[in-house]
């Protein structure tokens, strides 16, 4: 088992579901029940599962925790392009998704870590 806060990547990503939730607040409220509340659920998931995979008994379940944090990254880098496409909102969104591909590559390299470690 690991403590999830000592990760770069789990506090990396605390950050920024904080800085998601402030850039979400600005969309439509038609929007609430859909790309709102979709993009805040999977920012969520990437550290949730972080922490869940650190509570599990092997590193074996931990990575396969990290993928699943990595999917939600992708999910919300999805979501990231439709925002921008439907121009949901005025403020710039690039350093939200430079922070995001900074997490993706820090949740990959995390994964091969333990893989190589653990021989997953």
């Keep these: 088992m690991h403590d999830f806060k000592k990760f770069k990547v789990w506090q990396k990503a605390r950050t ?19 790309v709102t509340s979709q993009i805040r659920r999977a920012t969520i998931s990437i550290t949730n599962n972080i922490a869940e995979g650190c509570g599990r008994n092997s590193d074996k379940q931990f990575v396969q925790f990290l993928h699943y944090s990595y999917g939600s990254a992708v999910e919300v880098e999805n979501l990231l392009i439709l925002v921008s496409d439907l121009k949901l909102s005025n403020d710039n969104i690039d350093h939200l998704y430079k922070n995001l591909i900074e997490i993706q590559k820090m949740l990959f390299a995390l ?4 893989k190589q470690q653990s021989h997953v």
Excluded: R
């Design 111 to 114: 994964i091969q870590k333990f």
């Design 16 to 34: 920024f579901t904080a800085d998601l939730y402030i850039l979400t607040k600005s969309f439509p409220d038609d929007e609430k029940f859909g």
